[in-house]
Nanobody, 125 residues
């Protein structure tokens, strides 16, 4: 069993940056694909980025390309989402997720077994 917990969310002005962290416990996640999703009020959960177990494959959703960077630290059993040039439309609850079978290109939330509780990111204009 894997437990994930996000941190690093908060309130930031448009154009600013935030770094989200996802800490895992229960087992090592080095063999899992790790991903970030987000969900704004009234909208479906949206794929943001994913990195495969070996780090050789990274995939970004359209909203993240060029502004967000996913990375991992297997020694710390953590992974991260660096977000820059944030926009008000990036406001959402951000979730980290992991799965032993998903590929980095797996964008469906239903494919991921393990989820964190989410962290709120609010971008003011």
């Amino acid at each position: 069993q894997v437990e994930l917990v996000e941190s690093g969310g908060g309130l930031v002005q448009a154009g600013g940056s935030l770094r989200l962290s996802c800490a895992a416990s229960g087992r090592a996640i080095s063999s899992l694909t790790r991903a970030w999703f987000r969900q704004a009020p009234g909208k479906e959960r949206e794929f943001v980025a994913a990195i495969n177990w070996g780090g050789s494959s990274i995939y970004y959703g359209g909203s993240a390309k060029g502004r967000f960077t996913i990375s991992r630290d297997n020694a710390k059993n953590e992974f991260y989402l660096e977000m820059s040039n944030l926009k008000p439309e990036d406001t959402a609850v951000y979730y980290c997720a992991a799965d032993p079978i998903a590929a980095a290109t797996t964008t469906s939330a239903r494919a991921y077994d393990y989820w964190g509780p989410g962290t709120q990111v609010t971008v003011s204009s």
